[in-house]
């Protein structure tokens, strides 16, 4: 099969290419009860940072900066960040930032350090995701916002329920309750099938933390997702009740779920690569961000990702696969549907129904993934994506060179 000039450009290897030499994960744990329910986001960070330099067997002093998503911060959440990088033997002349573009903030971390690259600001540097959906979210999360901002109507969307969201999107495209839960039960037999063969585990880090049980405090190894359910069905799925509207079709088992993780990924110039002898994983290529009706935020990857194609010049059959955030199935399907993506390039190990999404972790996360994914199936070029809580989408494309 014949190569468009432009994918033939994108894989291409030039000095200047912003590359990947990490990329790991910790297990995404079921929030309030799964593995990491005891553990705070700061280990769990800190854990995943020492995973990654040493992985590419990087000297962390020469990690100039370090960029975290991180959506639900107790405190301002860059102290915790920062306590973090300290903990995990990055020395404290490596800066770092947190960053919040709500369930974008791991890629948009990943894009921040990229570009800092680009410019010349820095040579080295990790983009990372942490969420611990057990400590930070719930009503103390929400905003207090003015009168006279919720006066504006769409201002006002922007406090909606992210399930409203999802009813929303599903009511306006005619996105069914059927159509969801086949959705949702695919997502969760590819991550089943996925987790049985071993394929998340190169890009997992194993974390000894503790555990209460009872009144017991037990050590335990995390090293796997522990939301992934086998044997799911768009016929179990039909027996849940929706979460969000009595009438609605949006419910516990077709949205992602609450969960704990952290990733990172390392990124630098293929020329200082090369000379400290890292392993090139991939590179980034570039990203986009655009703006949608806050009402229905989940649609928001189907702007973002023609948008970033465009940039590069790329089509959709271009794209060897993708990773689109599963916020919930309405979103996901109405996003592929709208592009005329077909299904079977879309989350080839699962996605967020099945696996989990920590929010600020996810954006790194699905590097992490694409880039076992494209060595599991030989794939070359793949587009990250999600929608956006308050009305955006963001998209990333990358090339894995396994």
């Known amino acids: 099969m014949s190569v468009s000039p432009a994918k033939a450009r994108l894989l291409e290897k030039h000095n200047d290419d ?16 799964g593995g990491f329910k005891d553990t705070k986001p700061d280990f769990i960070l800190s854990n995943v940072l020492r995973a990654a330099y040493e992985r590419a067997k990087l000297d962390p002093k020469l990690i100039d900066d370090i960029a975290v998503g991180n959506v639900l911060p107790p405190g301002g959440g860059a102290s915790a960040a920062r306590m973090a990088a300290l903990h995990a033997g990055i020395p404290e ?16 971390a990943i894009n921040q350090i990229a570009n800092e690259i680009r410019v010349g600001q820095i040579q080295i ?8 959906m057990t400590f930070g979210y719930g009503s103390a999360a929400a905003p207090d916002v003015s009168d ?39 997502s969760f037999a590819k991550a089943a099938k ?41 016929e179990s799925l039909a027996k849940l009740k929706p979460a969000f509207s009595k009438t609605g079709t949006t419910h516990a088992g077709n949205a992602s779920q609450v969960s704990d993780g952290a990733a990172a990924v390392i990124l630098t110039t293929r020329a200082l690569a090369k000379k400290l002898n890292l392993p090139i994983l991939g590179k980034f290529i570039t990203s986009s961000v655009a703006g949608v009706p806050p009402r229905i935020m989940g649609v928001g990857p189907a702007f973002a990702i023609p948008k970033v194609l465009d940039l590069v010049g790329l089509k959709e059959s271009d794209v060897d696969f993708y990773e689109i955030n599963e916020a919930f199935a309405s979103q996901a399907v109405y996003s592929i549907q709208k592009l005329g993506i077909k299904e079977e390039k879309v989350n080839l ?21 694409g880039l076992s994914v494209a060595k599991q199936n030989n794939k070359r070029v793949f587009v990250t994506s999600m929608c956006i809580g308050s009305g955006m989408g963001m998209a990333a494309v990358f090339v894995s060179e396994h």
């Open 18 to 33: 912003i590359v990947i030499v990490s990329a790991v994960r910790s297990a995404i744990t079921k929030g309030r009860k």
């Open 93 to 108: 002349e490596t800066s770092i930032n947190t960053v919040n573009r709500q369930c974008s903030s791991g890629l948009t």
């Open 125 to 132: 540097g990790i983009g990372a995701g942490v969420e611990s």
């Open 148 to 186: 006279e901002v919720l006066s504006n109507p769409a201002a006002a969307d922007c406090l909606l329920p992210m399930g409203i969201t999802s009813e929303n999107v599903a009511a306006d495209y005619n996105i069914t309750r059927l159509v969801q839960d086949a959705f949702a039960a695919n």
């Open 194 to 234: 996925a987790q049985k063969a071993g394929k998340f585990r190169e890009e997992i880090v194993p974390i000894k933390t503790k555990i209460i049980v009872g009144e017991e405090e037990r050590e335990v190894v995390v090293d796997a997702d522990d939301g992934i359910r086998e044997g799911v069905t768009a």
């Open 349 to 369: 190990n699962g996605g967020a129904i099945a696996i989990g999404h920590p929010l600020g972790c996810t954006g790194a996360r699905q590097v992490a993934t």
